[in-house]
């Protein structure tokens, strides 16, 4: 799981705004996620992507979006359609669909409205 | 869609005693089980998982055991040690060729006590 970072560690965002977390893997997996922790909580899925180009919607998508214009890399921008946009960000990724079907995880970014 | 209900929330054990964390799911074609372990701000790691074409997979002082026809899954931990004191997370999904995401239970806090 070394081979996922994400950025920043801690994100401010202020009303209205709209901010893009980063994800980035050089395990050379095809499959990549977004999942959100809230505090107390298990971890939900917002999306997921098996293949450049492609992505589909999670559990909890309304108020995010993502591009996957790179195999390394899965954005996911945080609009001001999501009210409350408070949490911890994690990324992860997975050989599927033609390998194995272990997600690792990157450190996380910490989301904070002000 | 898949629900993962994991019990108890806190669980607080003796040094070197044992500690069991149980999990539910509701999906009959889930086929993919991981444990994650989470410390304090950390990223969730993988400790353990189990594919439903076995009942009991053990790891020196971690096992997990399956029962598919009541579709639920168990942590267990032997002679507990400080350092496994973390919040532990089941997970369910169906592994079938796709990149889907993973259906997280709330976690449980294990305490280990000295």
């Known amino acids: 799981d070394g081979g996922i970072t994400q950025s920043p560690k801690y994100l401010f965002r202020k009303e209205g705004q709209n901010v893009t977390l980063s994800c980035e893997q050089n395990?050379?997996?095809?499959?990549m996620y977004w999942y959100r922790q809230d505090p107390g909580q298990g971890l939900r899925l917002i999306y997921y992507?098996?293949?450049?180009?492609?992505?589909q919607k999670g559990d909890i998508a309304e108020g995010y979006s993502v591009s996957r214009e790179k195999k390394e890399s899965f954005p996911l921008t945080v609009t001001s359609a999501q009210k409350n946009p408070t949490a911890f960000y994690l990324c992860?990724?997975?050989?599927?669909?033609?390998?194995?079907?272990?997600?690792?995880f990157g450190p996380g970014t910490r989301l904070l409205v002000l | 869609g898949e629900n993962v209900e994991q019990h108890p929330s806190t669980l607080s054990v003796q040094e070197g005693d044992s500690a069991v964390i149980k999990c539910t799911y509701s999906?009959?074609?889930?086929?993919?089980f991981p444990w994650y372990k989470q410390e304090l701000g950390k990223r969730p790691q993988l400790i353990i998982d189990?594919?439903?074409?076995?009942g009991e997979k053990k790891d020196q002082r971690i096992a997990v055991t399956l029962n598919k026809t009541a579709k639920h899954f168990s942590l267990h931990i032997t002679e507990t040690q400080p350092e496994d004191s973390a919040v532990y997370f089941c997970?369910?999904?169906?592994?079938?060729?796709?990149?889907?995401?993973?259906?997280f239970g709330k976690g449980t806090h294990l305490i280990i006590q000295p």
């Open positions: 992860a990724s997975s050989a599927r669909p033609t390998g194995e079907e272990t997600q690792y």
């Open positions: 992507s098996q293949i450049v180009n492609d992505f």
């Open positions: 189990i594919r439903s074409n076995v």
């Open positions: 395990l050379n997996h095809d499959a």
């Open positions: 999906d009959s074609a889930s086929n993919y």
């Open positions: 997970a369910a999904m169906y592994s079938g060729g796709g990149a889907d995401g993973l259906t």
